[in-house]
């Protein structure tokens, strides 16, 4: 029981003070954009915050003096008197992926949006102030002749659906995989093993997006990473509890503590993947 309870506390730990586990949902903004001229544009997003990854946009263009782009983008905000009005930080300008850019990691809660053009060698800065609506929020953009007409929000309850069972999947791959690492072969430890993480993964995302949708993404952000502990230990319980009432031994049961924050660990590693290859985040 010593051994079991020293495994807890250090799988806290190292959650608090390293990741978050599983394939959870993180905050995100993405833009899409629709029209012509669209296909060698590149997009940033202007805000009065800086979030990670975001830098002023003077050290922005003194870093990349020898880009047509960014001192295209350094005269758009001061001559528009974005800067002294306090819109100075900025995202790297990036390329669209089949239409669209996405912004991870605590985006900006307001922001407007810059897009250059090379073909035109101008850049033009959104009026408008875009405020984020929920955990994931989409925006689109329609284009034409090199001017924005258009931004509208609207949320894709299909793709976050599509997102969920992604991760879910991945989650069980990940689960099962590992169990068979540890030596927990037979179907009925597997079965237990599945179940939990259908539970738990549901749990999770509903907990953050309800959150998102009650309190805003500041508290949905805290929210995730809150959760994602007593996800490891619900898991770590459940698993050594029924382990044992299977029959398996007291140190191979405790050992199903071990495992399940190893999964986690892995797991989130996968989540990181599928945002960079399949969602295209950061």
Same mark, same amino acid.
């Given at each position: ?5 020293? &495994? ?26 629709? !029209?012509?001229?669209? =296909? ?35 005269? @758009? ?18 390329? &669209? ?6 912004? @991870?990691?605590?985006?900006?809660e307001e922001f407007r949006v810059a897009i250059y053009w090379p073909s035109y060698h101008k850049v033009v800065i959104c009026s408008e102030v875009l405020k984020r609506y929920t955990f994931r929020s989409y925006f689109q953009i329609r284009i034409k002749d090199a001017q924005i007409l258009q931004i509208t929000s609207h949320y ?55 959150? =998102? ?55 989130? !590693?996968?989540?990181?993947? &599928? ?8």
């Amino acid at each position: 029981m010593k051994k079991y309870l020293i &495994l807890v506390v250090l799988g806290i730990w190292l959650f608090s003070s390293q990741v978050l586990a599983d394939i959870g949902p993180k905050p995100s903004t993405i833009i899409e954009l629709f !029209g012509t001229d669209i =296909e060698d544009c590149r997009i940033t997003l202007i805000s009065a915050d800086k979030q990670i990854g975001m830098t002023t946009v003077t050290e922005y263009a003194f870093s990349q003096q020898k880009e047509a782009a960014v001192s295209l983008l350094w005269n @758009a905000i001061q001559d528009e008197g974005y800067e002294k009005a306090g819109w100075k930080y900025v995202y790297p300008l990036r390329e &669209l992926k089949n239409q669209q850019i996405e912004w @991870a990691y605590h985006p900006p809660e307001e922001f407007r949006v810059a897009i250059y053009w090379p073909s035109y060698h101008k850049v033009v800065i959104c009026s408008e102030v875009l405020k984020r609506y929920t955990f994931r929020s989409y925006f689109q953009i329609r284009i034409k002749d090199a001017q924005i007409l258009q931004i509208t929000s609207h949320y894709k309850y299909g793709r976050e659906l599509l997102s969920f069972l992604l991760r879910l999947l991945a989650t069980l791959a990940i689960e099962v995989l590992l169990a068979l690492a540890f030596g927990f072969r037979k179907k009925e430890y597997l079965w237990i093993i599945a179940k939990i993480n259908v539970w738990t993964q549901i749990g999770l995302n509903l907990g953050v997006l309800l959150a =998102e949708f009650k309190m805003g993404t500041g508290m949905a952000f805290v929210l995730c990473f809150i959760l994602e502990i007593p996800v490891f230990l619900i898991e770590a319980h459940y698993y050594v509890k029924e382990f044992r009432k299977m029959g398996v031994s007291k140190n191979k049961a405790d050992w199903a503590v071990v495992y399940a924050f190893v999964a986690n660990i892995i797991s989130f !590693g996968a989540g990181m993947f &599928l945002q960079n290859n399949v969602f295209g985040l950061y």
